[in-house]
C-alpha cells in the first residue's frame, strides 16, 4: 500500500473481443486513467482491484472477489481513498451502490473521475449517488430487454423461414411461398410434372 493508502478499483463486464480482435472494454485504460488522475493530485500510484469481464448488474457484488476484498481492508482500515473512473464502476444497482457507499463512507473516501467526491453521508451526496445508480440500473436494465428481446423475435423468425429459399415471413409462414426462387422453382417442377405426365399418356397410347 502507498504512503497516503490509496487505491483503484477497475471493472469492466466482458471480455468479448471487436471485429479487428482489440478487446471491446479494455481494463488496461482505466488503470492508465486512474494512475494519471492519482499522480496528479499528488496521491502517488495507486493499488489496484481489479475485476475482469465480471458485470455490475446481472450479479450482486459477492460475485465480485476483488470488490469483496477492497471492502475488507476498508474494514480493516488499511485504504483511505478509493479512486473509481466512474461510479458505473462502482455498482450498476441502485442497492448495492448505495449499501456498499453507506459502508465505505464511513471510513474511506471515494473519488470518481466523473462525479467527483462521492458520499452518501449527507442529502446531497446521497441524491447525487443515487442518480447515478439508477441511471446506471435503468440504462443496464434497457439493454438487457433489448437483447432478450431481439433473441425472442430471431427464434420466432426462425419459425417462419420458409425451408426452399430461407426467406423469412412475417406472421405465420403460408403453405405457398410466392417469392421468386420458390415460383421459379415451383415453375421447373411443373414443367417436370407435365413432361412426365404427357410420357406416361404417349406410352398409354402406344399400349393401347
Known sequence: ?????????????????KTDGA???DISRQKEKITKFSKSMGWGIPIFFS???????KEDYN???EFCRMLREVRGNKIKRIIVEDLTRWSRRIEDGLKTMREVSNKATITSMAEGESYVTTPEGWFKCAIAFL???WS????SYKVKSGMERRLEDEK????SCGVIHLGRHPKTCECEKCLKRKGRALRRDKYQTNKLTKSDAMIG
Open 1 to 17: 500500500m502507498n504512503k497516503q493508502n490509496v487505491v483503484g478499483y477497475i471493472r469492466v463486464s466482458d471480455q468479448k473481443l
Open 23 to 25: 478487446r471491446r472494454q
Open 51 to 57: 475485476d475482469d469481464g465480471v458485470s455490475a448488474f
Open 63 to 65: 460475485s465480485r472477489p
Open 135 to 137: 441511471m446506471a440500473e
Open 140 to 143: 443496464s436494465k434497457c439493454l
Open 160 to 163: 417462419n423461414i420458409c425451408e
